[in-house]
């Protein structure tokens, strides 16, 4: 939703980035939130017998 708003005008450079700022970036830099946890990460498989 927010994506779509940055090419709607040409009122001049408001949103204009860099490509390697995503959309999520730049919501960073204007207000800035906690970092996400980092994803645990995957345990090994173990086999079914084990567990029981």
Known sequence: MGLAALGLGDDGPLMTLPKKFSHSTNLQLSEPEPEPEP??????????????
């Open 39 to 52: 994803e645990l990460e995957p345990v090994e498989a173990v086999p079914i017998d084990w567990i029981s």
